[in-house]
């Protein structure tokens, strides 16, 4: 008597922590989207990220595993602070804000930068530079240009 064939693989649902560092000089306020194939859009609110900091924005769920086909896209959607040279009555700086995004044009700003197993439960990384974007995470990194809208 033979015994029974072992299951197929099957997908292995993961999650992977994204935090956002601004490696410039200036304040944004930064809004990031994950959509993993088949999935709702997972996103932040706009969050102020000062320079050098690092900070936590969301968990994004992906999946991995024998026969699945999804691919993981990001948005980064940001407003920059520039100093204006003007101050308030109160003597606090004044700003004025620019739009700013990733891709290459209006209908090209989804990024794809795929996690992986190795990517369960840890950190990935978005740094912000100056006219970069770039993913870091434990499998890979991927690059993006940022630009002014």
Known sequence: MSSPDPPP?????????VYVENKTKDIFEVQILHKYTGDPIQDTNFERI???????????????????????????????????????DDGTKRYKKESWRIGHSVADDWKKHMLSGDDDGCKTTIYIR???????SPSGTSTSKFYKE
Do not use: C, H, I
């Open 130 to 136: 100056d006219d970069e974007v770039e993913f870091s």
């Open 9 to 17: 693989p099957q997908a292995t649902n993961r999650t992977a922590n």
């Open 50 to 88: 000062m320079p050098g900091e690092n900070k936590f924005m969301l968990k994004v769920n992906y999946r991995t595993g024998f026969f699945t086909t999804g691919v993981d896209n990001w948005k980064v959607n940001a407003v920059k602070f520039v100093e204006s040279g003007e101050f308030n």
